[in-house]
């Protein structure tokens, strides 16, 4: 059953990674309309810092933090996170997962199966649906409609020349790719906009770069090149839609604090309201079928 939220909903972190610590642990210690009930990781001391930095305390029993908490926000890789937050959603916390929710079919009905059996709200942390400045442009260009193309090149250089990110040590993302760690972001814009993806087409690149050819169910077609090997110098995301209005391009956003604030927000609402976010576990699933069948159609 999923758990009641009281006047400041108790809410827990999993995970203790770079995006873990620079991201959420911030945006929950910080969120003065909720209280960080604690986090835990897969590394006990990693836990015990990142809880004393951010004013709570670590968990080393994850059952023991999800029994304190009403809702748990997770910052894991996406086939640990899985079955975390069918865990989760079975002790009735609220879920608020990573992008893509995971890397597998299997494993995303999991989660969606577990979330609907135990009726608690789930929010996809999609960053360009909750930064403000891409929230509100991806909103105005649905609502205006009229588009039949969308281009998108997202050229990370986490595996670049001279890249010294904290997260280019991040086994999944190496395994994976820019297909499935920056793909999610472009669907995310996608989606709402153009419409549900209809058909796929995918050919591999140098390296890790994907390029994909997209049919909507709108009948817009859209294209994206996503990489995370890109030259610095080369590094750059850009997305642009073509329709009766012209050209529209994805504004700039900052603040990946302030976006995932958002998503708490997003995640205390439907939970007291029972209303579904748009960017729920469902969606998440969603995501990871196309990233599954461009993934097939690349023979990657």
């Not at 006990?44 to 990142?50: K, V």
């Amino acid at each position: 059953m999923a758990k009641h939220l009281g006047a400041k909903p108790r809410i827990g972190l999993l995970g203790t990674g770079p995006w873990a610590a620079r991201t959420h642990a911030p945006a929950l210690a910080g969120h003065p309309g909720i209280t960080f009930s604690g986090v835990w990781g897969r590394r006990a001391e990693a836990a015990t810092e990142l809880a004393r930095a951010s004013g709570t305390r670590a968990y080393a029993d994850v059952e023991a933090l999800f029994e304190a908490s009403d809702a748990v926000a997770l910052a894991l890789p996406p086939d640990v996170q899985a079955p975390l937050a069918v865990r989760a959603a079975a002790a009735g916390c609220h879920v608020l997962l990573d992008k893509p929710v995971a890397t597998t079919v299997e494993l995303a009905r999991e989660v969606t199966g577990a979330v609907a059996a135990a009726g608690v709200a789930s929010v996809v942390f999609c960053t360009l649906r909750f930064a403000e400045p891409t929230a509100r442009w991806i909103d105005e260009r649905a609502a205006a409609g009229g588009w039949f193309l969308g281009e998108a090149h997202w050229l990370g250089s986490l595996y670049g020349p001279g890249s010294a990110s904290a997260y280019a040590a991040s086994p999944w993302r190496k395994e994976k790719g820019g297909l499935w760690d920056v793909g999610p972001h472009v669907l995310s814009v996608y989606l709402p906009v153009l419409g549900d993806v209809t058909e796929v087409t995918a050919v591999p690149g140098p390296d890790d770069t994907r390029h994909l050819v997209l049919r909507h169910a709108s009948g817009a077609s859209s294209t994206a090149t996503l990489t995370l090997s890109a030259p610095p110098e080369a590094a750059g995301a850009t997305l642009s839609l073509y329709g009766t209005r012209g050209r529209a391009d994805l504004p700039r956003w900052n603040g990946a604090v302030e976006a995932f604030a958002a998503a708490v927000d997003a995640l205390v609402t439907a939970a007291r309201t029972g209303e579904p976010h748009a960017c729920d576990a469902r969606f998440g699933l969603r995501l990871t079928e196309v990233l599954t069948e461009a993934e097939r159609r690349a023979g990657a």
